[in-house]
């Protein structure tokens, strides 16, 4: 189950520690359920992941198993779409808990930013205090969510 709060930033955070930093490539096979393909680079190791996530706003199921670059190559084709294009940055919080920073399709006009938190429970994600970093909070506001990106953007 992932259980997360999303936020949209308009910059990187500069006062809390960089725990780590990717380049992503995504794309969506499907939007209703979600079924998404993505390779994550650190540094020159690249994986690949296939994905089905559920419905849901704060909290969805989310089944994940690994695949090949070639099979990831081959979803990409099937796709016909240019890959969304994610630069993320990790950041430990104060409370321990891990802030995920993504800027998304750099360079176009669909560029933007988003911030999220993940949770061990509902009431962990009820309880958070966002810092004023976090601009507006849009967890229950579909529209900011990838597959609906890659609709606006892609379809």
């Known amino acids: 189950m992932e259980i997360e709060r999303k936020f949209l930033i308009d910059r990187f955070p500069e006062?809390?520690?960089l725990e780590s930093e990717c380049e992503m490539r995504q794309i969506y096979i499907s939007?209703?359920?979600t079924v998404r393909a993505r390779s994550k680079k650190v540094g020159d190791k690249e994986t690949f992941r296939l994905t089905v996530k559920g419905s849901g706003?704060?909290?969805r199921e989310e089944i994940e198993t690994s695949v090949t670059k070639e099979q990831f190559e081959a979803l990409c084709r099937v796709a016909e779409k240019e890959p969304i294009r994610k630069l993320k940055r990790c950041y430990k919080l104060?409370?321990?808990l891990l802030l995920e920073c993504s800027l998304v399709d750099e360079g176009t006009e669909n560029e933007f930013m988003y911030a999220e938190v993940e949770f061990e429970s509902v009431a962990a994600a009820e309880a958070f205090v966002?810092?004023?970093y976090l601009g507006k909070?849009?967890?229950y506001d579909n529209s900011w969510k990838m597959n609906n990106y890659w609709k606006r953007t892609r379809l």
């Open 94 to 96: 104060p409370d321990g």
């Open 130 to 132: 966002p810092p004023d």
């Open 15 to 17: 006062s809390l520690p």
């Open 57 to 59: 706003e704060l909290c």
């Open 137 to 139: 909070e849009v967890t």
């Open 31 to 33: 939007v209703m359920p």
